[in-house]
């Protein structure tokens, strides 16, 4: 299977998976508390590693995180 993340102008994180084997691609997406500004995949050692640059308010502030995937993430 493969997966590929794309950020989308609203800020939400839109995913197309593609399983070759069944013939099959599909398209999700991934919202959360902020707007998603970047994505990166990473390959590693075990599978690839996807970190995601999230813009959010705090405190009437708007601050930036790094955030990762949970490690289960094969692409």
Known sequence: DSFIWLVRNDGILATMAVDRAQEVIAWSRQTTLGAYESVASIPSA??????????????GQTVRYVEVFDSGVET
């Open 46 to 59: 075990n599978n690839d590693v996807l970190y995601a640059l999230v813009r959010r308010q705090v405190n």
